[in-house]
């Protein structure tokens, strides 16, 4: 058994019964940028084996597969724990406090000895919270901070689960497979 969130290497995951696994970056600055800027569709299809993201992003092109991008979320959602060692909504706010703080954060983990750029996610998160925590004086000023970070958004939860993000009503899942759809391999340079 492995103690605490998954640091390098492989997450593995069932959908549906079938086994898959993401790729961890090994630089976990890059798992913090996604976090700060709210991508998680970087983290389910993005990191996804090549064989397997080539299958997923077929499916997701077809109108009528069940898997499309809610689905992708949800998986993104449920890894967050796995990857960031704390909620997806928990790891992107403080991320991208992190980000807009980097001149006060980024001293503040010299002075404690720490290096983000060799750290994973998870400790990157958990460096984040340290320093936030270091600012409060009083309890309640702690506990006010602990849920801003880690209390669900409100649209993010109902009685069956998440609801749906921004850009995924039925609409706009429908336009995005039939772009999808319609898409030509080439018509996209890499970036």
């Not at 970087?42 to 092109?61: A, C, N």
């Not at 702690?142 to 995924?168: K, M, Q």
Request: net charge negative; with cysteine.
């Amino acid at each position: 058994m492995k103690f605490g969130p998954v640091s390098q290497g492989r997450v593995p995951f069932t959908l549906d019964g079938a086994p898959y696994s993401l790729r961890l970056p090994d630089d976990g600055r890059v798992l913090a940028g996604i976090a700060a800027s709210g991508q998680w569709s970087q983290i389910v299809p993005g990191l996804l084996d090549d064989h397997d993201w080539h299958e997923w992003m077929d499916r997701l092109r077809d109108p009528r597969d069940p898997l499309q991008y809610r689905v992708c979320w949800r998986v993104a959602l449920g890894l967050s724990e796995r990857i960031y060692g704390m909620p997806w909504w928990a790891a992107h706010r403080l991320c991208a406090i992190a980000v807009d703080q980097w001149r006060v954060y980024e001293p503040w983990t010299v002075t404690r000895g720490f290096d983000p750029g060799a750290a994973p996610a998870h400790r990157i998160c958990a460096s984040i919270l340290a320093w936030a925590r270091s600012g409060c004086q009083k309890e309640s000023e702690l506990a006010r901070l602990d849920h801003t970070i880690f209390t669900p958004p409100p649209e993010w939860v109902s009685v069956n689960g998440p609801a749906r993000p921004a850009g995924f009503s039925d609409a706009e899942l429908e336009q995005q497979a039939a772009q999808l759809a319609a898409y030509q391999p080439g018509e996209i340079a890499d970036s």
